[in-house]
């Protein structure tokens, strides 16, 4: 039988996010950890190891009592030994038995080279450090933490995905294919593996580098508007807001393991 996909998050955890150095995964990182019971454990990766820090001591300021491991990692080129390494390095004091609940939230995201158009995407380079990054280095460090977590009992896994991987966005040739072909692995897993929650958040638009790169570089001219006209009427959304609904998702569990749920659902 399917778990229930209501999650409670006032347990001993251990959580892993990538992409937790600023943005969406930075406010995600902060205001999930703020749920956990001591003895937690919470892993934050990106590469910006000073933006890592200041993530963690937020976390730390809002719930002294959890362990919060940092790592510098470029997602591009990580090989599995690393991440498989950095896993077993936060666990050093710790057993998986301890957990209660293993929560991973995929969320590092690149927006990919918004100046070409679908037509001159020739650079099978381009296309490979693109998909490396944002689709399979995700599935590999996917694997890594399930593997290690199997014996726990409550496992939740979080794809931080977008309406981009449902409709096609001019410019954005690299993030629509990737985003799509990423949820698709985990409805895949999500078929697969009757034990897991999982989820595909889509955050909505969210005031981040990422979006003001779109608005700033897009070769797409209703997009660069699209975001301008969000910005000037402040209706782009805050990463608070993003998260608080997350969280409230997660705390109803009104969706079946797998689903695609967005912000404005
Ligand atoms: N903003 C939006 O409107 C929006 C909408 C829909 C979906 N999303 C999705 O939400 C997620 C977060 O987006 P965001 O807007 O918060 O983006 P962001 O502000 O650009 O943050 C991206 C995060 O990913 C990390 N990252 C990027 N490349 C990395 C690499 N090679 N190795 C390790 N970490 C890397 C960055 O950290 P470092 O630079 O320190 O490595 C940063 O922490 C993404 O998956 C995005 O597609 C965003």
């Known amino acids: 039988m399917s778990p229930s996909t209501k999650i409670d998050l006032n347990q001993v955890a251990y959580f892993l996010i990538t992409g937790a150095s600023r943005g969406i995964g930075q406010r995600m990182a902060i205001e999930t950890s703020r749920k956990f019971e001591p003895g937690s454990v919470v892993v934050l990766l990106a590469r910006s190891a000073t933006g890592l820090e200041s993530t963690r001591a937020e976390i730390l300021d809002v719930n002294p009592h959890i362990t919060v491991v940092t790592s510098s990692v470029d997602l591009n080129n990580a090989s599995k030994q690393l991440l498989e390494d ?20 995929h969320n590092v995201g690149t927006v990919g080279n918004v100046e070409r158009k679908a037509i001159d995407m020739d650079d099978r380079q381009e296309w490979e450090n693109y998909f490396a990054t944002n689709l399979f280095m995700v599935g590999v460090l996917n694997s890594c933490f399930l593997r290690k977590f199997q014996k726990c009992t409550n496992k939740l896994v979080v794809n931080v995905t977008s309406k981009a991987c449902l409709a096609p966005f001019k410019s954005m040739g690299f993030y629509c294919a990737g985003k799509a072909a990423r949820e698709m692995y985990f409805k895949v897993l999500a078929t697969e593996e009757s034990d897991l929650v999982v989820l595909n958040y889509s955050p909505g638009p969210v005031d981040t580098d990422m979006t003001i790169d779109i608005q700033g570089r897009s070769n797409a001219e209703e997009l660069r508007d699209y975001f301008k006209g969000l910005r000037e009427t402040t209706t782009i959304l805050t990463t608070y807001q993003t998260t608080e609904k997350f969280l409230s998702v997660l705390d109803a569990g009104q969706f079946e393991s797998g689903d695609h749920v967005d912000y404005y659902d």
């Open 86 to 105: 950095i896993i077993e390095k936060s666990l050093a004091k710790t057993p998986v038995s301890n957990f209660q609940l293993a929560t991973v939230i």
